[in-house]
C-alpha cells in the first residue's frame, strides 16, 4: 500500500476535536495500534472511529466522539510534530527526518522532499504505522523546508 494514497479502510467521520474544536483528520486504527503505549491501547475501542487533532495549542492528539474518548501525547510512544516543538522530533518518522536534520539540510543541494519521494515511490514508507498523524509526512516536510526558506 502506498502511504501516500488516501486509505479507504477508515469510515469517514467528520468531528470537531472536543478541546479545541478543529476539525479532526480521520486515522485509521493501525496508526494508534502502532504508536498508543501497551497500557492505554488496552483501553482502545476497535469499533470506534478515530481522528487526529493537528492543533498544535491542543494537548489532544486523538479522540473518538463514541464515549468521549481522548489521548494526549503522553499517551504515545514517540513525539507528535504537530504538538512537540522540540529540534530533534521526527518531522517524517519513516526515514526519520528531524528538525534539526531538516534544518541541516538547508542551504546545501540536499532536497530531503525528494529524497522522501523517491522512498515512497519505492515502496518503502509506512506512514500509517510511523507517523501520528496516520497519513504521508510530505506536507508537513515541505511546509518546514519553506519555512526556512522564508526566514
Known sequence: MDCCAP????RAVKMDCPSCGEKGKNVQLITLKSLLKASVLETIAPENSYLFCSNSACSIVYFSGKHSQTFIESDM???VYQKNFSMDVPVCYCFDWTRERLLQTAGTNQQPADQIKAHVQA?????????????CCLGNVS??????KEV
Open 143 to 148: 511546509s518546514f523546508v519553506r519555512g526556512l
Open 77 to 79: 510512544k514517540v513525539p
Open 7 to 10: 486509505f479507504n479502510n477508515t
Open 123 to 135: 515502496g518503502r514508507c509506512g506512514c500509517e504505522v510511523n507517523n501520528p498523524q496516520g497519513a
